[in-house]
């Protein structure tokens, strides 16, 4: 079971030309096919979902796909955390509050303030989200830091640097879901991803429901996540060779500056 599933929710215009829509009507369309995927993670103890809602890029669109895009949000969000049976989703923004209508900011602001006591499921919402953005503010934010004198630059581990991400506290992502058929990752969490196991879902967004999910889970297990390492095999370890006794990491040296003009 992965514990973090991330989803580049596609498709959603191609769905609506397909029928003869207009693009906004593809993103209707695709709102409502989150919610049920939202249903199908808590029903199966997802504990982290990220869906890539609007990214860095997605301002290039036109002005009524962007009003549209930016009156789905807030209305699917608070269908999330409202209502008589409010969901046990504890939802996060990830992305930069520049440029988008106040009314976006705040109900982003107040979904995470309304369901920061709820645990079943922490949905990271990435509304003006790109990865390179995310990781030029974290610099930014430990360049201060260091200046200020409360970080010193020569210890900063990853782990450290993770902690200046938009949401630092979210597992690494295990799977990473592309619907709509497309073979890239458009700049979503190029951090947390690193190791993510990769699966394209030629479906468009608003054609996916729970079982989808399901599915791709279903489909991850069934995958070997190496890490760098080799598969694990049965049986003694070989004795160690006077040869192999010398492979190892290389020694830890001081790296001297390349010479000029080398
Ligand atoms: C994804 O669907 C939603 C957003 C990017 C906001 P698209 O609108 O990109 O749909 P296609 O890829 O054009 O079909
Ligand atoms: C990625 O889809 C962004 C979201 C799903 C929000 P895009 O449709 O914007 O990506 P590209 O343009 O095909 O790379
Ligand atoms: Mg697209």
């Known amino acids: 079971m992965p514990r973090h599933v991330a989803v580049i929710m596609d498709g ?60 789905e949000i ?41 369901t920061c ?14 990865g390179r953005a995310e990781i030029t503010a974290a610099a930014s934010k430990l360049a201060q830091a260091a200046a200020a004198g409360s970080i010193n630059p020569g210890d900063l581990s990853e782990h450290a640097f993770s902690r200046y991400l938009h949401v630092p506290e979210l597992p690494d992502v295990d799977l990473l879901v592309r619907t709509g058929g497309d073979l890239r990752t458009s700049n979503f969490l190029p951090w947390q991803a690193v190791y993510a196991e990769l699966m394209v879902i030629d479906t468009r967004w608003p054609d996916i429901d729970r079982r989808d999910l399901w599915d791709a889970v279903e489909r991850y297990a069934s995958r070997t996540r190496r890490y760098g390492s080799i598969p694990h095999l049965p049986g003694p370890r070989p004795a160690a060779s006077p040869s192999t006794s010398l492979i190892g990491p290389p020694p830890c040296t001081e790296r001297s500056p390349t010479p000029e003009g080398s």
């Not at 999330?80 to 988008?100: F, H, I, Q």
């Not at 709820?118 to 989200?129: E, F, I, K």
């Open 12 to 71: 959603n215009g191609r769905w609506a030309t397909d029928r003869g829509l207009p693009r906004p009507e593809g993103h209707r369309a695709g709102a409502k096919a989150l919610i049920d995927v939202v249903h199908g993670a808590l029903e199966i103890g997802l504990s982290h979902l990220t869906v890539y809602a609007f990214s860095t890029e997605n301002w290039k669109r036109p002005a009524d796909e962007l009003h549209a895009l930016m009156h």
């Open 117 to 130: 006591d709820r645990s079943a499921l922490t949905l990271m919402a990435c509304v003006n989200y790109g």
């Open 74 to 114: 807030p209305v699917t969000l608070r269908q999330l955390y409202e209502g008589d049976r409010p969901l046990d989703v504890r939802v996060r923004w990830a992305g930069l509050p520049n440029g988008l209508p106040a009314d976006v900011i705040e109900t982003l602001i107040e979904a995470e303030r309304a």
